[in-house]
């Protein structure tokens, strides 16, 4: 596997690679003062001239993580799910996205690409997550949910049965969120309300 940023975000997927046992081969980064992440080099900047695969982008940044895929349109990308995460057996994970430390996504939940499922975060049954979403640490997605294009659903969130959050929102560090949340929206609170939208809209 090479990996695509080589930051915070990075050390938590090299470990999760390390720990199910896949090699990592190589990582990436436009940042020239990086030359090194865990006793790896890092290679510069990853571009479409570049062969190899597959690949990860290991950015939190949820919009950065999209346009990196743009301009890598027909690349490989892989997926790692740690070892500790449990995964019910007809759930779909898209390319490019990382399932870490004790994560939990139970029945026909489906994933799409290049999403984090952050550590100890829980998907339950019928959840539907959009690409490039990221489900923060220790967040609780209730049945039925369905998470947006882009949203980042922050650490510690409970979302009750059978809400629909739009994309390209962000849901503040625990909260409560007992109603649908349009596109674009900023929420937080118990329970979750819009304080302003992001700039997207």
């Known amino acids: ?14 470990d999760c690679l390390h720990d199910a046992g896949t090699a990592v081969k ?30 990860i982008i290991s ?7 999209s346009k990196i895929a743009a301009k890598l349109v027909g690349k490989s990308f892989g997926t790692t799910i740690h070892p500790t995460a449990l995964i019910a057996a007809d759930v779909t994970i898209g390319e490019g996205t990382v399932v870490l430390h004790g994560s939990i996504i139970q029945s026909s939940a489906k994933i799409g690409k290049h999403v984090i499922v952050n550590t100890s975060a829980s998907i339950d049954h019928d959840c539907i997550i959009g690409d490039f979403a990221h489900i923060a640490v220790k967040t609780a997605l209730c049945g039925i949910v369905s998470v947006g294009e882009g949203t980042l659903v922050g650490a510690g969130t409970v979302v009750i049965p059978g809400i629909k959050i739009g994309k390209w929102c962000v849901i503040g560090a625990g909260s409560v969120i007992v109603k649908d949340v349009p596109d674009y929206a900023v929420v937080v609170g118990n329970p979750g309300r819009i304080i302003k939208y992001t700039n997207e809209k």
């Not at 950015?59 to 993580?65: K, P």
């Open 1 to 14: 596997m090479y990996l695509i940023g080589a930051s915070g975000h990075a050390k938590v997927i090299l």
């Open 26 to 55: 190589g990582l990436f980064d436009q940042n020239p003062n990086v030359h090194s992440l865990k006793g790896l080099p890092v290679n510069g900047d990853y571009t479409t001239s570049h062969t190899e695969g597959p690949l």
């Open 59 to 65: 950015i939190g940044a949820n919009t950065i993580r």
